[in-house]
């Protein structure tokens, strides 16, 4: 069966760090990636997707980043962190384009920026 | 611009009750719309979805209503329990599997 794993879990970083999650999706392959960010009141934003290694499309314009340098890897990068920055972030997957394809999310990394 | 609009924000029913979730879109090309469940500290979780060629789409106390001409579709809970409480999101997207537009959530209260 297909899994996903996001880490850390939790993270606490100060104004101006850089910044590093990482998303894994095991039992697949070619899946599709997301990175979402979720606020309070503001629901879920969807901040990149990539459909291949090295494929990433942006949604929003912001000081974040993603990479994507294996088929099941994921990468949300920041070089220097901003207090709005802080969320709940969430990876996602799908394996493609059809009505059994339904995106999995993983459970997510706290953010907080001091 | 808010491509997929949710009412209420929040919602607290009784046990047995039943719980409603409007959502409306904007944008004719959306041709998918799941609902999502989320609990605290995790991610959200597939609950039902459903097609603009359906009108209604039913799994256990789960069910869709879609209404294509007036771009709105609700979720339905029947027989709501403690363990219901959570947040619902709706969302849509042009095609299954691709990215999703997700609405602002609605938090349920399920009182016993």
């Known amino acids: 069966s297909q899994t996903i794993h996001q880490w850390p879990a939790t993270l606490v970083q100060p104004v101006g760090s850089p910044l590093s999650l990482e998303c894994t999706v095991e039992?697949?392959?070619?899946?599709?990636l997301y990175w979402y960010r979720q606020a309070a009141g503001r629901g879920l934003q969807l901040l990149f997707y990539s459909v291949g290694i090295g494929q990433i499309s942006s949604e929003v314009p912001q000081n974040l980043s993603a990479s994507r340098p294996q088929d099941r890897q994921f990468i949300l990068s920041s070089k220097k962190l901003l207090l709005s920055d802080s969320g709940f972030y969430l990876c996602?997957?799908?394996?493609?384009?059809?009505?059994?394809?339904?995106?999995?999310f993983g459970n997510g990394t706290r953010l907080t920026v001091t | 611009q808010q491509q997929v609009k949710q009412s209420p924000q929040s919602l607290i029913v009784q046990k047995g009750g039943i719980s409603i979730i409007n959502c409306a879109y904007e944008n004719t090309a959306f041709d998918y719309f799941p609902w999502y469940q989320q609990f605290p500290g995790k991610g959200p979780a597939l609950l039902i979805a459903i097609r603009p060629d359906v009108s209604e789409k039913k799994e256990g106390r789960f069910t869709i209503s879609f209404n294509k001409s007036a771009k709105q579709f609700s979720l339905h809970i029947m027989d709501s329990q403690p363990g219901d409480s959570a947040t619902y999101f709706c969302a849509a997207s042009r095609q299954a599997g691709t990215a999703l537009i997700f609405g602002k959530g609605t938090t349920l209260s399920v009182s016993s």
């Open positions: 039992g697949t392959s070619n899946p599709n």
């Open positions: 996602a997957w799908s394996a493609g384009y059809s009505y059994n394809s339904p995106l999995h």
